[in-house]
C-alpha cells in the first residue's frame, strides 16, 4: 500500500510538472505572439537553400526557405529574412540561420507561398519593431499546450487516484 501510495505521489507530480511545463513554455509563448502586431510586408525575395551537414558518418542536406521582405511601421522602413517565430527555429552551432527542413519540397513549399512581388502578412514585436516574422506560431502552440495539459491530467489522475487506492499501480 506504502509502495501505491508513494508511486502515487510521483505519479501526480509529474503530471502537476507537464502541466506546468504547458503553460511555461508553449502557453507563455502563444501569448507572446499573440501580443505582437501585423501589418503588411512586401516580398523582395523567395529562394530556397541547401546546405550539407556531416554528422555521425552520415551526409544529410538540410534545406531553408529564404524570403526577404520589407516592411514600414509608423513610417519607418525594415526589411528582414525571418519567416518563423523563435519558437520554431532550433538551430544547431555550424548550421544556418532558419528553420531547417529534410525535404527540399518542403522548404519550397514555403518559399512558394510568398513569391517575389506580392505582398504578405508580417508580425512584428511591437517593443521591437525590427524583429519580425512571416509564419505564425499559434496553432502549433496551442496544441502542444493542450497535448501537455492532457499528458499532465492523464499522469495527475491516475497519481491521485494511486493515492487514493482507486487505480492499482502495484504490480
Not at 544547431?92 to 512581388?117: C, M, T, V
Request: hydrophobic share 30%; charged share 25%; proline share 3%.
Amino acid at each position: 500500500m506504502v509502495k501505491q501510495q508513494l508511486t502515487g505521489v510521483f505519479l501526480l507530480l509529474v503530471g502537476i510538472g507537464i502541466v506546468t511545463g504547458g503553460f511555461l513554455g508553449p502557453f507563455s509563448t502563444y501569448q507572446e505572439v499573440q501580443s505582437h502586431e501585423t501589418t503588411d510586408a512586401d516580398i523582395l525575395s523567395s529562394d530556397v537553400e541547401s546546405a550539407t551537414e556531416r554528422e555521425d558518418g552520415e551526409t544529410e542536406v538540410e534545406y531553408y526557405p529564404r524570403i526577404e521582405y520589407e516592411y514600414a511601421v509608423d513610417g519607418t522602413s525594415y526589411t528582414d529574412v525571418r519567416v518563423f517565430h523563435a519558437s520554431q527555429v532550433n538551430n544547431e552551432p555550424g548550421e544556418l540561420r532558419g528553420k531547417e527542413f529534410d525535404s527540399q519540397n518542403k522548404a519550397r513549399n514555403i518559399a512558394g507561398k510568398y513569391q517575389s512581388g506580392s505582398t504578405a502578412t508580417v508580425r512584428y514585436d511591437p517593443d521591437d519593431h525590427e524583429r519580425s516574422y512571416l509564419e505564425d506560431p499559434s496553432r502549433s502552440l496551442l496544441v502542444t499546450t493542450g497535448m501537455m495539459g492532457l499528458f499532465g491530467l492523464l499522469f495527475g489522475g491516475m497519481g491521485l487516484g494511486g493515492i487514493l487506492g482507486l487505480v492499482s499501480l502495484d504490480d
